[in-house]
């Protein structure tokens, strides 16, 4: 393979060939997703955040990469971001490793002119931890699921019902007795009708959501790229349940979802979750990805009872390496430096605005 070397790529046009090399290695990588995408990206720089795109080559071949994001510091405490990323050939750990430290050196090069200290990683990598990330430390938080349930839906429709467990199975076919129906809708505007629903399913079940200008700048970004899609399930004309179905490559995504508090012996989740399926299917996708699943459902884990409904529908649980950081050891230091230095003139001022009052 001929030597390896970085690239910053800036303002790339969607119709270019470097971009859809990007596209292509990105759909193709099944230890990346949707989030290194250029469509995430223009979404991300929608909702305020900085990018830094850097391209690995092989002479004149794209063959890895990272999409980061972050927020510049003026202390420079920030942090950039690669979700699902970097793109590296991590089936090959020589290779890997030296795209690695190639990314990692041209991110430190620009790290004051960022305004950073650390990146933090979030590659779809199965454990074990890869060698090349001994210089990592695991991440306090995940902001990625680093486990979740993987479905074959490369399979018939008979086959993948025969899979389920007999709830599941039982729970589609009564919803469809009943008459549930689900619509499935490609437009931005969709959003609107889709918040409410969701919105009274996170305080009925406590979890935290977004605000809706994030929903609507995700729907006019990637609804008129065929990449989200509304669902919604009904009976006689009333909205039971909704969800974000994310597409990207060979993977479909449960990204947000939620059910309402009416008609709950209607089981319109299960249709949705089957619609959604199935919808999948049509659109060439072979995996569906639930997005977050704790497989022993402790009693303890926000995803106890999602995971249980989950379940019903059969699939593979899939744990992946999760959020690692490397900080920069130089920026660190002069970051705090900078930051103690801010909060004594701060506090400065504040003694002698108090003074002249």
Request: contains cysteine; aromatic residues 10%; glycine residues 8%.
């Amino acid at each position: 393979m001929d030597k390896l070397e970085v690239r910053i790529l800036e303002n790339l046009e969607s119709d270019s060939e470097l971009a859809l090399n990007w596209e292509s290695l990105v759909q193709t990588d099944p230890s990346s997703g949707f989030m290194q995408s250029l469509n995430w990206a223009e979404f991300k720089g929608k909702q305020g955040l900085r990018q830094f795109h850097l391209g690995l080559f092989a002479g004149e071949k794209l063959v890895g990469g990272a999409l980061l994001y972050g927020v510049a510091e003026s202390c420079g405490a920030g942090i950039l971001v690669a979700p699902e990323g970097p793109v590296l050939p991590w089936h090959d750990q020589e290779l890997a490793s030296s795209g690695m430290k190639l990314l990692m050196q041209t991110i430190q090069s620009k790290a004051k002119e960022l305004g950073i200290m650390a990146v933090r990683i979030i590659p779809k990598v199965p454990m074990p931890i890869p060698r090349c990330l001994r210089g990592f430390g695991k991440a306090p938080v995940d902001l990625l699921e680093s486990e979740t349930l993987y479905l074959d839906v490369s399979q018939k429709e008979s086959q993948l019902l025969a899979a389920m467990k007999p709830k599941g199975r039982y729970n589609i076919g009564l919803s469809e007795r009943h008459g549930v129906t689900v619509d499935i809708r490609q437009e931005p505007v969709a959003v609107r009708d889709f918040y409410p629903i969701f919105k009274e399913a996170s305080s009925r079940d406590d979890f935290r959501i977004e605000p809706l200008n994030f929903f609507i700048d995700l729907a006019d970004t990637l609804c008129p790229k065929g990449i989200a899609h509304f669902l919604f399930a009904k009976h006689e004309g009333e909205t039971l349940a909704t969800m974000l179905l994310v597409t990207y490559g060979d993977r479909a995504t449960y990204l947000y979802g939620g059910i309402s508090n009416g008609k709950r012996n209607l089981m319109a989740g299960y249709a949705l979750q089957w619609a959604a399926i199935k919808h999948a299917q049509a659109l060439g996708c072979t995996t569906y990805d639930f997005y977050g699943f704790d497989q022993h459902c402790a009693p303890s884990s926000a995803y106890a009872q999602f995971s249980r409904f989950k379940s019903n529908f059969g699939g593979q649980v899939m744990r992946f390496i999760g959020a690692h950081d490397f900080y920069f050891v130089d920026n660190l230091a002069d970051a705090i430096i900078r930051a103690t230095k801010e909060i004594n003139l701060a506090e400065c001022s504040q003694d002698v605005q108090a003074g002249a009052r």
